[in-house]
């Protein structure tokens, strides 16, 4: 994933992007680099998911952003999840959007992540939920859930316990844990 300088943000409004999202987020502006992209998925057996901005006034982009995000920070560090954002911020968009998704099986055009519901694309991929049904069923890597999707009953029994705890406990246990590292 590469890690981009503020400066590269322009002219993306603020609202695309919140701090930290390029960090998490490769940037793709030209088709070698969504060939290069997809390829890399392809070769280490990664799935990788691509949201298209069209321009830089896309509504549909803004009210989806905040799902985006939530679900790139959700699957942050994973090893077979990326993700890539296409600037086609030149003026020439249409405000169009789509999520497409790339991995060893898909051609260099990658498929679209499919609709769930009659709403269009861009009111449906708003929902942090909807972004990340996509990105577990295409990858086959599911969210740990406090009611044990996906993870162990230890890791769930884990999650509920500190879910619960008072705040200075878990400052504590985060303190803890950082002098661990």
């Known amino acids: 994933v590469a890690t981009v300088a503020v400066s590269a943000l322009d002219p993306y409004p603020a609202d695309l992007f919140r701090p930290g999202h390029f960090e998490r987020s490769a940037i793709i502006r030209h088709?070698?680099?969504l060939n290069d992209f997809a390829r890399g998925c392809a070769r280490d057996g990664a799935v990788g998911f691509v949201r298209w901005l069209s321009s830089d006034g896309c509504e549909c982009c803004r009210r989806q952003a905040p799902a985006w995000d939530r679900?790139?920070?959700a699957f942050e560090g994973h090893p077979l999840v990326r993700f890539g954002?296409?600037?086609l911020v030149d003026?020439?968009?249409?405000d169009s959007f789509t999520i497409r998704y790339f991995t060893n099986r898909t051609s260099l055009k990658g498929v679209q992540c499919p609709k769930l519901t009659q709403q269009p694309l861009c009111e449906e991929y708003s929902a942090p939920e909807v972004v990340q049904h996509c990105v577990e069923e295409a990858s086959g890597?599911?969210?740990c859930d406090d009611a044990g999707g996906a993870c162990t009953?230890?890791?769930a029994s884990y999650r509920r316990k500190w879910r619960a705890a008072a705040a200075g406990a878990v400052a504590k246990?985060?303190?803890?844990?950082?002098?661990?590292?």
């Open 173 to 181: 246990e985060l303190a803890r844990l950082e002098r661990m590292l």
């Open 85 to 87: 954002d296409i600037d």
């Open 71 to 73: 679900v790139l920070e």
């Open 91 to 94: 003026g020439t968009g249409d």
């Open 141 to 143: 890597q599911r969210l």
């Open 153 to 155: 009953e230890a890791q």
């Open 31 to 33: 088709l070698d680099d």
